[in-house]
């Protein structure tokens, strides 16, 4: 495609439930990133992928997060057991290596009711 | 880790030059300088990147002095349209990933 696209760009749950989250990064993106980014707030870094290896997993806010890449493409970031306080954005972002530009989606929205 | 400082916010007019000035006191030899542009409910989009002296596009003008330990985000003439929030970002993929985190960014807001 011809830029990041992240599904749903809205979701609405309620708490206690698991949610997925998706992004399909530019095609030969090697690099791909995700974010939060709370209401009024700035970016706050949870996960990187190179290739499909996250080196660091320190950034994810809690054992609930969890993220995966497969085939250097698609990544899904997993919520387990949602609460309000993971309302959210969730950004993704994409690269083609080191720095170079990141590419962002639109985003989802996240609320937990 | 090569954390960033800018103000919080920031006013222009229409017409002007606006300076917008991140510090780095700790950055890395291996470490770029890169700046970006979000709009309310959008993603943020690059500006301008650099290492040192000084970086030109069409968009903007990025100032870096010899020691690095700042940088200056100049755009010229801005309009209503550049209201956003602008984000100074310092790292370096390969050596230390974890440091591309955005910090709080500057609010820009343009008057006519």
């Known amino acids: 495609g011809a830029g990041v696209s992240q599904s749903p760009s809205n979701k609405v749950t309620e708490k206690g439930k698991d949610v997925e989250l998706r992004c399909d990064p530019i095609?030969?993106?090697?690099?791909l990133y995700w974010y939060r980014q709370r209401l009024g707030q700035g970016l706050e870094f949870l996960i990187y992928?190179?290739?499909?290896?996250?080196?660091?997993k320190s950034g994810l806010p809690s054992d609930r997060f969890s993220a995966e890449r497969t085939g250097e493409s698609v990544s899904t970031l997993t919520i387990q057991r949602t609460q309000q306080e993971d309302s959210a954005v969730y950004l993704c972002?994409?690269?083609?290596?080191?720095?170079?530009?990141?590419?962002f989606g639109s985003g989802t929205q996240l609320s937990v009711l | 880790l090569a954390k960033t400082t800018q103000p919080i916010s920031m006013d222009s007019y229409e017409g002007q030059e606006v300076n917008i000035t991140c510090s780095h006191n700790?950055?890395?030899?291996?470490?770029?300088i890169t700046w970006y542009q979000q709009f309310p409910s959008q993603g943020p989009r690059f500006i301008i990147q650099?290492?040192?002296t000084k970086v030109t596009n069409e968009v903007a003008s990025l100032f870096i002095p010899a020691d690095r330990k700042s940088s200056t985000l100049s755009l010229p003439r801005v309009s209503l349209s550049d209201t956003a929030v602008y984000y100074c970002?310092?790292?370096?993929?390969?050596?230390?990933?974890?440091?591309?985190?955005f910090g709080a960014g500057t609010r820009l807001t343009v008057k006519p």
């Open positions: 095609s030969g993106h090697t690099a």
């Open positions: 700790n950055i890395a030899t291996n470490d770029y």
């Open positions: 972002a994409s690269s083609a290596g080191n720095n170079e530009k990141l590419f």
């Open positions: 992928f190179q290739g499909n290896s996250a080196p660091d």
């Open positions: 650099g290492y040192k």
């Open positions: 970002l310092v790292g370096d993929l390969l050596y230390n990933n974890n440091d591309m985190r």
